[in-house]
């Protein structure tokens, strides 16, 4: 009941008091006239999917018509207003548009926002693809009077990454580069450009890497020759190898540079150093170029080169001990030699460091019956070496069976 007086209770006074605030919200209102800002508010995307792209027309909406309430010591700017569209719920595929509602904010809660356009757009969401495209100079028409050598570049692709309906029209990354009339050579780091067809540059399409590292030589004399490459060998094998040949892949290249810098090559292009110190076989390397300055080989980055290395053959002579396989217990074996003489032949560095105190000539006893036998010595060698002769290569065996023990003597008792 008390609740019912509270608000029935003195109900005239208070309904004066309500009808008085409706009247001075209302003078208020009236007293703050609607208004027009004549700027505009780029709109801003929020929520934007990832791996997706937003196509933005060739000119992007942007909020005008602006009415608006605000009481009169409220300045109003550009920063005062904010408009965004939120991209969450936009399908992302290529050359699909969808409607989304435009959200204006007033950044000073004193600004009451009556009205504005577009309150509505079309966007486009791509999904984000990546293609290699190769990379193209462009150095346009050099100064009357030079002449322009081979072109050397440190990367002939790039990956581009972008909107696919962006990256569907990258044909090549350009390089753009200016050559002096003084005749300086280039060599120099290069933005690279995604362009299409006509040579027109897409923007929004990153490169990977962004730059091409570009080296031309410029001159008024510039040849091309074409020369042998001449492998640089530094160090010694191990003793008794020797260098038995040479392959080189390319055996030549194209070379290029001004006169007097091609004279320095005296004929030949030398590789880097090559070692062969302790080698005990073939050596085969990848090895660059060592050329002079002002020479460039702009077709090869590197050379493949082969050391065959051998070594002489050698005999050598030795004694080798004879030592029966399968004997039995039961039987006696008697060689006609304790050992045979041997010739070993291969290459010096192989026998050299062959130890053939370990050799031993095996004689196969296990299936002889008592008798004589006419005997095959087996030799074992390692490979790389050879049995050129042995003396005698088979021996006589002579099998016995051991007399057995006669009986125990008896000593007898006299009485």
Do not use: C
Not at 60 to 71: F, L, W
Not at 397 to 414: A, E, F, M
Request: aromatic residues 4%; proline residues 9%.
């Amino acid at each position: 009941m008390r609740i019912v007086r509270f608000i029935f209770g003195n109900w005239a006074l208070k309904g004066g008091a309500l009808l008085l605030a409706v009247i001075l919200y209302v003078g208020m209102i009236a007293l703050q006239s609607t208004q027009q800002w004549p700027g505009k508010v780029a709109i801003q995307g929020v929520n934007q999917p990832a791996n997706s792209f937003l196509v933005k027309p060739d000119t992007m909406p942007t909020v005008g018509s602006i009415r608006y309430i605000a009481p009169g010591d409220v300045r109003v700017a550009a920063e005062s207003f904010s408009a965004t569209i939120d991209l969450k719920d936009v399908k992302v595929a290529a050359g699909d548009s969808t409607s989304v509602k435009v959200q204006l904010i007033a950044e000073d809660p004193r600004i009451q926002i009556i009205d504005y356009q577009p309150q509505q757009v079309r966007v486009t969401l791509d999904p984000i693809e990546a293609k290699t495209v190769p990379v193209r100079v462009d150095h346009g028409q050099p100064p009357a009077g030079l002449s322009l050598g081979p072109e050397s570049l440190s990367v002939t692709e790039v990956k581009a990454v972008g909107a696919s309906t962006l990256i569907a029209r990258v044909v090549r990354a350009e390089a753009v580069i200016h050559i002096d009339a003084s005749g300086l050579d280039v060599n120099d780091d290069v933005v690279l450009v995604p362009v299409d067809a006509n040579g027109n540059s897409i923007e929004n399409v990153q490169l990977s890497p962004p730059t091409v590292h570009i080296r031309i030589q410029i001159g008024s004399q510039l040849r091309t020759q074409t020369v042998p490459v001449a492998p640089i060998i530094r160090g010694s094998p191990v003793a008794g190898y020797y260098i038995a040949s040479i392959d080189v892949n390319p055996p030549v290249v194209s070379v290029s540079g001004e006169a007097d810098a091609l004279a320095a090559l005296k004929g030949a292009a030398e590789t880097q150093p090559i070692s062969i110190a302790g080698a005990t076989g073939d050596v085969t390397v990848k090895v660059a170029l060592n050329l002079p300055s002002g020479v460039e080989a702009p077709d090869v980055a590197t050379v493949t080169v082969v050391v065959h290395l051998t070594s002489p053959a050698t005999t050598r002579t030795v004694t080798i001990g004879l030592v029966p396989d399968g004997a039995r217990s039961d039987r006696v074996y008697t060689f006609s030699t304790p050992s045979i003489t041997l010739t070993l032949g291969g290459a010096t560095a192989a026998l050299n460091a062959f130890d053939t105190s370990t050799l031993v000539g095996i004689i196969s006893v296990g299936n002889l019956d008592p008798g004589t036998h006419t005997v095959k010595v087996t030799i074992t060698v390692p490979p790389g070496i050879k049995i050129v002769a042995a003396s005698p290569d088979q021996i006589t065996v002579t099998v016995t069976i051991p007399p057995s023990p006669g009986p125990s003597p008896t000593s007898s008792i006299i009485p």
